[in-house]
């Protein structure tokens, strides 16, 4: 799916943030109010899912991207990368 989503951004007209300041998404190291602030839009979007696709398969390092923060989407990568690893090979 990541490549598809990659190769369309399209949904991204539909996300929550659309008008929102971008500098929300973008918070400071340790910044924990916004980083609640800018997942509470998240938490209402209908393209959640897609966003965060799009972040993994561009390996987005910064700022919160489908509800999760960078820590998040490292953690999330790591254990796809441990399940793909695991069955035997790589997919």
């Known amino acids: 799916m990541s490549a ?4 369309d951004t399209s949904w991204m007209d539909d996300g929550a943030c ?3 300041d971008p ?8 910044d ?7 997942k ?3 938490a209402g979007c209908p393209v959640t899912s897609e966003c965060l696709e799009y ?4 390996q987005v390092t910064h700022g919160i991207w ?5 820590r998040e989407r490292r953690r999330i990568r790591s ?3 441990r399940a793909r690893h695991a069955k035997g090979g790589v997919r």
């Open 4 to 7: 598809e989503v990659v190769a």
């Open 18 to 20: 659309v008008g929102v």
């Open 23 to 30: 500098d929300l998404f973008f918070p400071r190291r340790g």
């Open 32 to 38: 924990n109010d916004a980083v609640t602030a800018a």
């Open 40 to 42: 509470a839009v998240c």
């Open 55 to 58: 972040a993994l398969a561009q």
């Open 66 to 70: 489908g509800g999760t923060s960078e």
């Open 79 to 81: 254990l796809r990368w």
